[in-house]
């Protein structure tokens, strides 16, 4: 703010004026013992009236500067009104307010203290100097005795020089601050005291007069309701920026979420689309909001309006309703969507708020999920860790289990391609079916061969009988199956079973691996299916023994295989003991 430009006053002119009659007078006088000499004189009381009227003049001056003091506080109030209603900001105001009692009453310092949100505390808000610098907290010396006399009174506290002042001499802060002329008012609104200004001069005595002490108390009272204003603004202004940031924050965890969100109004009209469901849909923001809710959702499905109806009409709730459905620019989606009414803090339904979870690609997954556990066995799909996997194994005891088809060869030269490979699927299938019914893995099929093991990477304490077991179910199925079959498509397994340890685990690159298991039991089981006739199980003597309790079996005659030192010894497994003759 700038300050008043100083120019003449009535008062300074009375002074000059009176001074002139003054000058007058004074040569007059002199003039007069001229005039007698010569035995003349001045007309009786002109002396007289010029004195007078040098008097009336000086007394007029002094009227005239009261005049003008009181004009200059009531200029510089209207002033200092302008400025602190100009500005919401509560610092701005407040160093206004600071500057401007400085410059009215002479002070060297003012400072001006609030009470806290809470009411309590006073807290010292503004601290300026007579360069219109703020203060550091070190440099806020007062006298807290006269601040709490102006609380406690509510009256403006008017010391001349606190220092000689009986009423504050004594005080340790009035003596090691070297304070002197103090003035201390009160500030109230609604007859609620809010706070104090304090102004004081520490190298002049007798600066406060009751004069100063009026202007302030008539300039708290203009500031006390501006400050008050800004106080409040910067309190609603904080509040809103705190929403603003909350809600900046919803809208960013509202954008985050996975789920597609929609919400209508009452009027079935799109108010609020995250960016989600912009994905999900192939559509943007601009293109669904204040749109009809029915209309976007119908091409998706067609009982959806009804459904939205529901929700409206009935409070109804549909959760995890699956829709298949075309969107251009994507293909072919699954998605799920829950409906359910969107109610306001009074329980008034006011539109729709529909949740979007697109299950396209989970949908594909699950799908190739289950091509590969076609594949391999489920368990040992559930037993891989993708991020962890690591080429190489570990040594494991398991039973092998290997099954050829019989004369495919020769049957394959007189089929087309397309029939040979379905009549082959059928084989392959049923002895899948028997080797996942006892929990066994099946490594590979191996053109029309059939690899598998048992208790890898599920520990199974039966694993050899399981083995036997599911050999015997596979002679069972292709029993079965033989009756849906033409007499040239009947076709037999030729069964090896044996145990050992083996190397179990991932081999390959990479880029390829390929979970299988190596060693000279899985050689062994190879040998044995290799040398099995149609329709024949052929087992181990180790294999056997741990089972021979539980099947029914007749020796045949040792296998001579390639890379054995002596022939293995072997049973054909005619089927499984019964429960009475076991027990």
């Known amino acids: 703010m700038s300050l008043p430009t100083v120019r003449p006053s009535l008062g300074d002119h009375l002074l000059r004026i009176s001074r002139v009659v003054e000058e007058l007078r004074v040569k007059l006088e002199r003039f007069r013992e001229t005039l007698q000499r010569a035995q003349l004189d001045l007309p009786i009381g002109v002396l007289d009236n010029l004195r007078q009227i040098a008097t009336t003049l000086v007394e007029l001056q002094q009227e005239a500067d009261a005049h003008e003091q009181e004009r200059r506080n009531l200029q510089a109030l209207s002033e200092i009104g302008q400025v602190v209603n100009s500005s919401l900001d509560l610092q ?283 594949m391999v066995s489920p368990a040992v799909i559930d037993q891989l860790d993708p991020d962890a996997l690591q080429l190489g194994g570990q040594r494991t005891q398991i039973t092998t289990f290997f099954a050829d088809i019989r004369g495919f060869t020769a049957f394959s030269e007189k089929k087309k391609p397309e029939k040979l490979v379905a009549v082959l699927n059928q084989y392959l299938a049923a002895a899948a079916e028997a080797i996942l019914c006892e929990e066994g893995t099946i490594d590979k099929f191996l053109g029309d061969a059939v690899m598998a093991w048992f208790n890898a990477p599920i520990p199974q304490k039966d694993h050899a009988l399981r083995a036997v077991r599911a050999a015997i179910a596979l002679k069972s199925s292709v029993k079965a199956l033989h009756q849906e079959l033409p007499g040239d498509m009947q076709l037999s397994f030729g069964i090896g079973i044996h145990g050992g340890e083996a190397l179990l685990g991932l081999v390959g690159t990479q880029r390829r691996v390929e979970y299988t298991a190596i060693g000279d039991c899985v050689n062994t089981a190879k040998r044995l299916q290799e040398n099995a006739a149609a329709g024949q199980i052929l087992i181990s003597q180790e294999t056997a023994k741990p089972i021979l309790k539980s099947i029914e079996i007749v020796a045949v005659a040792p296998v001579v295989a390639e890379g054995k030192t002596h022939p293995i010894e072997v049973y054909e497994v005619v089927g499984l003991v019964s429960s009475s003759k076991s027990s």
């Open 92 to 374: 701005t105001v407040l160093n206004e307010v600071m500057d401007t009692i400085i410059h009215l009453t002479g002070a060297e310092r003012a400072f001006l203290m609030m009470r806290d949100d809470g009411g309590g505390e006073m807290e010292t808000l503004a601290a300026r100097n007579w360069e219109r610098m703020s203060l550091d907290e070190e440099e806020i010396q007062i006298s807290d005795t006269i601040v709490e006399q102006a609380i406690n009174s509510g009256d403006a506290v008017l010391t001349t020089n606190a220092q000689t002042d009986p009423r504050f001499g004594k005080q340790d802060s009035i003596v090691s601050f070297a304070l002197r002329s103090i003035l201390c008012v009160p500030l109230n609104i609604k007859g609620k005291l809010i706070g104090v200004i304090y102004a004081d001069n520490r190298a002049r005595e007798g600066l406060f007069q009751e004069n100063e002490c009026k202007l302030l108390l008539d300039f708290a009272n203009q500031a006390a309701v501006a400050l008050e204003n800004a106080r409040l603004f910067n309190s609603v202004k904080r509040s809103l920026d705190e929403v603003s940031e909350l809600k900046n924050l919803m809208e960013d965890v509202f954008n985050s979420i996975v789920s597609g969100v929609l919400t209508s109004d009452s009027e079935d009209l799109i108010t609020l689309c995250n960016r989600a469901a912009e994905n999900i849909l192939a559509t943007t923001r601009q293109v669904l909001l204040g749109t009809s809710l029915r209309q976007q959702l119908e091409p998706l499905s067609e009982d959806l309006p009804t459904k939205i109806d529901q929700v409206e009409k009935e409070d109804k709730r549909f959760r995890g309703l699956e829709v298949q459905t075309e969107i251009s620019d994507r293909g072919k989606v699954d998605l799920s969507l829950n409906l359910s009414p969107l109610k306001t803090a009074e329980d008034t339904t006011r539109g729709v708020a529909i949740v979007v979870d697109d299950l396209t690609e989970k949908r594909r997954l699950e799908a190739q999920r289950r091509l590969f556990e076609r």
